[in-house]
Nanobody, 121 residues
């Protein structure tokens, strides 16, 4: 079974920064596009950011453009999400998963435990 381990969340104030990490045991990680998703209380999980297998292409949901940066280290089977200028509406549990880069569709039903990000005003 593929394992996904997200980390780096915490409780911060508006305007602060956090860097999330997601390490996976996927054998095909170096060939997988990866995405970050988040789920706020009472809401469905939503797409946040995507990165192609090589790292040369990235895509963001409109609400995080200019504030979040997705990156990856294929040698470490790890994808990152640098989050700057955090807002209270960014409060959610953040998850990563393998995706189809073209439509950002998740290609693996297995999810990690996520990492909680809480932004106070």
């Amino acid at each position: 079974q593929v394992h996904l381990v997200e980390s780096g969340g915490g409780v911060v104030q508006a305007g602060d920064s956090l860097r999330l990490s997601c390490t996976t045991s996927r054998r095909t990680f170096g060939f997988d596009s990866m995405g970050w998703f988040r789920q706020a209380p009472g809401k469905e999980r939503e797409f946040v950011a995507a990165i192609s297998w090589s790292g040369s292409s990235t895509y963001y949901t409109e609400s995080v453009k200019g504030r979040f940066t997705i990156s990856r280290d294929n040698a470490k089977n790890t994808v990152y999400l640098q989050m700057n200028s955090l807002k209270p509406e960014d409060t959610a549990i953040y998850y990563c998963n393998a995706i189809d880069y073209g439509d950002r569709r998740v290609i693996d039903d297995n999810w990690g435990q996520g990492t909680q990000v809480t932004v106070s005003s």
